[in-house]
């Protein structure tokens, strides 16, 4: 029987929204790291397409300048491509030498597409060698909890990702939803109630307001 160095992609299911994050370990330019190294710590996981390109190297600057602030939050942070660690090494090298940032996250080091393959990163009708922008939400129980997607030449948005999680920490922490465009500070959407009595309750409860019975606000 013919071995197979690469895994099918045939053969893996793309990771779902509220499922566990697909386990792994790999080799890092922090050394071997699994999955399981972050439980109890969000992580954000993101894959780039190569090394020493230059719309990957603006976003990992940008990765890098809100490192402290994902830390601040609870939330770790790790690069992915299907570069060699020896590539990895001499690029977050040079981008200190020639940028002056510091890469202080890892980088898995993909090469036979193990974990690119288990989370859906390659999308052939764009490259079949290369990994597309993907971003990766993953919370301390290590449930898969946002999937971004960017296409090769259109660099990402650092606020939206922060927004997101911060977004997600504040309806996990108070059992409400974000509306469009929220910001930290902004008013909050209240679960809309279940029963005829709660709905009458809801649009009479100090300090909710209520457009309709099913949409009503809070301030946090």
């Excluded at 790291?33 to 992580?43: I, K, N, P, T």
């Excluded at 299907?82 to 977050?92: E, G, N, P, T």
């Excluded at 859906?120 to 946002?146: H, N, W, Y």
Aim: proline share 7%; glycine share 6%.
């Amino acid at each position: 029987m013919e071995h197979r160095e690469i895994v099918d992609d045939a053969t893996i299911r793309n990771p779902r929204l509220g499922e566990p994050a697909p386990p792994f370990e790999a080799v890092t330019t922090h050394g071997k790291l699994r999955l399981e190294d972050f439980r109890g710590s969000w992580l954000v996981m993101f894959s780039h397409p190569a090394d020493f390109t230059p719309v990957c190297t603006t976003e990992f600057i940008a990765f890098a300048r809100i490192h402290s602030q994902l830390r601040e939050m609870g939330v770790e942070l790790m690069g992915l491509s299907i570069d060699s660690v020896y590539s990895h090494i001499a690029w977050v090298r040079n981008i200190e030498e020639k940028m002056g940032i510091k890469i202080e996250f890892p980088v898995i080091a993909d090469l036979d597409r193990a974990v690119a393959t288990k989370y859906g990163m390659v999308m052939p009708g764009e490259s079949r060698t290369e990994t597309s922008r993907c971003v990766f939400i993953i919370d301390g129980k290590q449930v898969l909890r946002a999937m971004i997607y960017y296409p090769l030449t259109t660099g990402r948005n650092m606020d939206e990702i922060l927004r997101v999680i911060q977004a997600l920490q504040t309806a996990d922490a108070h059992g409400v939803a974000t509306p469009a465009n929220w910001r930290p500070g902004d008013d909050v959407i209240i679960p809309p109630p279940g029963t005829q009595d709660a709905a009458e309750a809801r649009v009479k409860e100090p300090g909710v307001e209520c457009t309709d019975w099913y949409f009503c606000k809070k301030r946090l």
